[in-house]
């Protein structure tokens, strides 16, 4: 299955930046009370359909079915309802793993293997991997993913840097990630 934990680092700066911003005071909750994993859920859905810009980072962990990268570490922006993106990716190329560099400008992905030249890489393409555009799409990016997600339980009360934020697990279903990872064959 496709845990939360494989999404972690996205799931978790969504989820714990913009529930913690949705709670509404600074104190803690007492032990043995945390809130219920739906609301603060559908408090940063809503929150993140928002967004329009963001650093962001993916990881999966093991084999996943129909996924070519291990991780994809960047910032995006949408502007005038078009999306730009910097970062790394480690991924898995013709058979071999590389760590790569790439640039999402103007509907062109350009991707630099580790050879030192980009190569660039038509968005049609390159959505076939991972799309971009979905990100900060409402209906198909991560505010869609954080309000779909399944079995979802508060699992722990904790601070990132000084806000306080609550981890939740769940699981992220194929029909969820469908709009960022067009090829996930596996929840």
Known sequence: MLRLRRLALVMLAAVALVAAACTGDDEPAPSGSLPEAKGLLDDA?????????????????????????????????????????????TMTLMGNR????????????????????????????????????????????????????????TVKQEKVGEVRAYKIDGTATKESIAGLVPQAAAD
């Open 45 to 89: 859905a809503k929150a993140a359909a928002e967004i329009t810009s963001t650093h962001f980072v993916v990881r999966t962990s093991g084999n996943v079915p129909g996924v070519a990268f291990e991780n994809i570490d960047g910032d995006l922006s949408l502007q005038d309802k078009r999306v730009a993106a910097k970062g790394t990716a």
């Open 98 to 153: 590389v760590e790569a560099k790439f640039v999402l400008a103007g509907g062109t992905l350009y991707l630099d293997p580790g050879s030192g030249q980009y190569q660039e890489i038509p968005e049609a393409q390159a959505k076939l991997v991972y799309d971009f555009s979905a990100v900060l799409d409402p209906q198909r990016g991560v505010a869609k993913l954080i309000g779909e997600l399944a079995d979802a339980k």
